[in-house]
């Protein structure tokens, strides 16, 4: 390359630029939500009906969207982690108050709902629920018919007791690798509270968790929805939503694998997804217009009709397609609902008791 | 050493062509240039990050943007920077010693990646070998076969080990249908899985500088050693694998060092009882959230890397030294 022709390529690289900046005039949202979690003419309604272009990307663990937000000038407008890694951001100062004036629909939100994520949030005044569910039993209807010789699941104790899981050993059980869902669960079957940071109440759930250790094949966040789609195993304890997901994968696959899910009735963890604006969002009106939209009724039935999980809002609840409003396990009936806890974050000492806990359990060292 | 060498070269030949002084100086300048890109790159894509994460690691976690303290910024001008200088402190790497944790992840970690490395060693050099004794005109294609692993993502490749292995999978099903097996074997997650996984993803890291030495072989050497009377085998472990030993220890540096800290393939392939110093770092990172712990962890493991192998190199340079 001659020099002219560096300087050339220079020079048009700096103009590149600049008018890059004059372009950030147009009005944009830069969007970072989960993966596979929208309707994505959902963002092309949008843009049409506001001219504001949606720059849309997606991770799939809170822990990466975490140390986005944490390292501190993500470029992000619109964030949606979940409760606890929310309440903890909070804290740290990653959010900014959200200016209730610029959105209306608000009053759209469901009370149940709200009276749970302000205590992620108190007063709710850094974030607008996106979805919502709970961490139950996923499990393949005929495998689990042949070991046990029933196919209805309605308790913990399928995965507590160890002589039950035990028959499920040789089809397969997966657990989330995740503490702060297992440990709670444990407490919660134990009859203890399943926000106790006490020692000795993590150590009972330690002991009830090495009891049936045996009989788990995989820790995995992620892994089971394949695993449970493919029919590998026979009983995964993960998200609903993404149970759910295996299920219409296996459905779609036409191998007669039946995915089934329950929620447990002792009670079951509920987590939300909150949308959230960093402190250091470049686009705020535009980010707020974008909160107000997805709070409109029938767009986010839409989301939820899509995604097939529950939503905070309550006056979507007309948009939703029946089998979903009336199905228990995405949105269950008044009774279970009043059994469903929350977990609060822990703070870092009780985190690294909890974190070391899970290691001795999930490597037995 | 050498850069001075060839900065000399370089000048020299430019005094015997009796060019001006300046050009000289120009040619001077340019050699420096060359010689300081890869130093330079070393600073900012090694030194520095290194110095980041070390001084990460003496700091303490916090619930804060960025989550540690102190975060070492001159908002309260130098003498605050100071200040903050002596808030740093060696706790984090008290706290490793204090914990078997972290001492089993390591030398777990460790033994994996030897082990690994071996077997991609007896699996690599057959292929490195043949490649290198076949006629030249297929050589391309062959290297071509080695390197077309790495079109497809790696992690798409570890996944279809899954699809292999897995109870119900392809190798079961072969085996069951021929015969030779009557039950599944468990393979899926357990450590003969991530052996296998290791092997597979690593292979072309060995294959590669074996082929280079073994290519560049005088095979004279072997039909002399034919004609004197010594049989294969030996003639193998006299001649072919001391020439081949500086492809044997480069391609097992590229193998061992990944193979330490691997994530990825443990986390797929092996069992949730496989405990490597990548999942603790991610543990101690992403579940406790606290940096200064993992910054610490990565120091360590970075030191317990680099140390042997520049000790190592440094006993090589006085072995040869010696030769002369």
């Known amino acids: ?365 | 050493m050498s850069n001075a060498a060839v900065t000399t070269a370089t000048s020299s030949r430019a005094t015997d062509a009796g060019k001006s002084a300046l050009a000289r100086l120009g040619a001077a300048f340019v050699g420096r240039l060359v010689i300081i890109i890869p130093y330079l790159w070393l600073l900012f894509f090694f030194l520095i990050p290194f110095v980041i994460v070390f001084k990460i690691s003496l700091s303490q976690t916090a619930i804060a943007m960025p989550p540690y303290t102190p975060a070492l910024d001159f908002r309260d001008g130098i003498s605050g920077f100071f200040a903050q200088l002596r808030q740093l402190s060696v706790d984090n790497y008290t706290w490793l010693t204090q914990d078997a944790l972290y001492f089993n992840a390591y030398v777990t970690s460790l033994i994996i990646a030897a082990i690994s490395t071996v077997l991609t060693l007896l699996v690599g050099y057959p292929i490195a070998y043949g490649m290198a004794r076949a006629p030249a005109t297929i050589r391309p294609t062959l290297l071509m076969l080695v390197i077309l692993p790495f079109w497809t993502s790696f992690l798409i490749r570890v996944y279809a080990w899954i699809g292999i292995l897995k109870p119900e999978g392809l190798l079961n099903q072969m085996l069951l249908a021929t015969g030779i097996i009557s039950q599944p074997l468990i393979i899926l997650n357990t450590y003969t899985a991530i052996f296998i996984g290791i092997v597979y993803s690593y292979l072309p890291f060995m294959v590669l500088p074996l082929y280079s030495s073994l290519e560049k072989m005088d095979y004279s050497l072997i039909e002399a050693a034919k004609d004197l009377g010594c049989p294969p085998t030996s003639a193998f472990w006299k001649i072919t694998f001391p020439l081949s030993l500086p492809g044997v220890i480069a391609g097992c540096l590229l193998v061992f060092i990944p193979a330490v800290g691997e994530f990825v393939i443990p986390d797929l392939l092996g069992g949730s009882q496989t405990l490597m110093i990548g999942k603790t770092l991610w543990n101690e990172f992403f579940a406790n959230r606290d940096w200064p712990v993992s910054s610490a962890v990565a120091v360590i493991l970075l030191l317990l890397l680099t140390v042997p192998i520049m000790l190592f190199q440094q006993a090589q340079a006085r072995a040869q030294e010696q030769d002369k």
Not at chain 1, 250 to 262: F, H, L, M, P, T
Not at chain 1, 273 to 300: C, G, S, T
């Open chain 1, 1 to 365: 390359m001659t020099r002219k022709a560096l300087w050339l390529s220079a020079t048009s690289a700096f103009l590149a630029l600049f008018t890059l900046g004059a372009h950030a005039e147009d009005r944009v949202v830069n969007v970072f939500n989960w993966s596979d979690y929208i309707d994505s003419s959902i963002i092309d309604d949008f843009t049409k009906e506001t001219g504001i272009k949606v720059v849309y990307d997606t991770f799939d663990s809170n822990e990466i969207l975490e140390t986005k937000l944490l390292a501190g000038g993500s470029g992000y407008d619109v964030v949606v982690p979940s409760g606890n890694f929310l309440a903890r951001q909070i804290q740290a100062g990653v959010f900014q108050k959200l200016d209730k004036s610029k959105l209306p629909n608000i009053s759209n939100m469901w009370d149940t709902v709200l009276e749970r994520t302000a205590k992620y949030d108190p007063g709710n005044e850094y974030s607008i629920n996106y979805m919502w569910g709970t961490v139950g039993i996923g499990y393949n209807i005929k495998k689990v018919e042949a070991a046990l010789g029933t196919e209805k699941i309605d308790s913990w104790d399928v995965f507590f007791n160890p002589e039950t899981l035990a028959k499920l050993k040789d089809c397969g059980v997966y657990v989330l690798d995740s503490p702060a869902d297992i440990i709670p669960a444990a407490l919660k079957y134990l009859g203890l509270d399943p926000n106790s940071t006490s020692p000795d109440d993590i150590a009972k759930a330690e002991e009830a968790l090495l009891k049936i250790r045996p009989y788990i094949r995989k820790f995995h966040s992620s892994e089971y929805i394949n695993a449970l789609a493919n029919g590998d195993i026979c009983l995964a304890v993960g998200w609903s939503g993404d149970v759910f997901q295996a299920r219409n994968r296996a459905d779609e696959a036409k191998q007669g694998v039946e995915i089934g899910y329950s929620v447990p009735k002792e009670g079951a963890q509920m987590w939300f997804d909150q949308m959230a604006i960093p402190a250091d969002a470049p686009h705020v009106a535009e980010a707020l217009e974008f909160l107000d939209y997805m709070m409109k009724p029938e767009v986010i039935a839409k989301s939820s009709n899509y995604v097939l999980y529950a939503n905070g809002n309550k006056a979507s609840q007309q948009f939703i397609d029946k089998a979903i409003l009336d199905d228990p396990s995405i949105y269950p009936d008044a009774a279970t609902v009043q059994k469903l806890y929350t977990v609060l974050p822990y703070n870092p000492k009780t985190q690294r008791i909890i974190t070391r806990t899970w290691t001795k359990i999930v490597t037995g060292q």
